[in-house]
């Protein structure tokens, strides 16, 4: 019968235990599925972070090509204007010098009829030569304009695109510091 009471006791004892410690067990248990799913988010965020900052290292470099090719065009566009001042530059020679082979041509008008016969003939030729060097000049003249004109479109886009990709790092940067 002792065996029967201490039996009785011990399931007692059992079902006093099971009913203090029960709610601390499900209370435990409850912190630790919020651990859990706290975990779970956590480990989302870093992987969410970690794929951001694989994309701003990949854009980084696309911002390094775009620079590159914003100081190469700046170079070309440089290199345009410098010939196209050397080209103005001979074209103004070009014209101070049709002038004075018109005051030349006036002179010769002046002297006998066979020494204006002869040098009008020549300045002829030189005057055909220098207009047509004249025009050659003025046609690349021209297309170096439009060229330097297109390069310089292409540099503002490139620039605007540059601004356009700098705000998205700038906004982007403190979402990082944050988490």
């Known amino acids: 019968m002792a065996s029967a009471e201490q039996l009785e006791a ?3 004892l059992e ?3 099971k009913s203090q410690y029960e709610k ?5 248990r409850y912190k630790t599925e919020e651990q ?14 970690a794929a951001e900052i694989n994309e701003l290292k990949n854009g980084g470099t696309d911002i390094k090509r775009l620079e590159q090719e914003n100081r190469e065009l700046s170079n070309r566009s440089e290199n345009i204007k410098k010939e196209f001042d050397t080209l103005r530059a001979k074209a103004k020679a070009t014209q101070k010098e049709l002038g004075t082979l018109k005051l030349e041509i006036k002179e010769l008008k002046q002297l006998d009829a066979k020494k204006l016969k002869k040098n009008l003939v020549e300045t002829k030729k030189k005057l055909e030569d220098q207009r047509k060097a004249n025009d050659l000049l003025t046609k ?3 297309e170096y304009k439009q060229e330097s004109h297109q ?3 292409t540099i503002a886009n490139l620039e605007k695109e540059l601004e356009k990709l700098k705000p998205k790092e700038k906004t982007e940067e403190p979402e990082l510091a944050e988490a």
């Open 10 to 12: 011990l399931i007692k």
């Open 15 to 17: 079902g006093d235990l």
């Open 24 to 28: 601390k067990i499900t209370a435990e």
């Open 36 to 49: 859990i799913n706290a975990k779970a988010k956590l480990q989302a965020t870093i992987a969410q972070q």
């Open 140 to 142: 690349s003249n021209k």
């Open 151 to 153: 390069h310089q479109n």
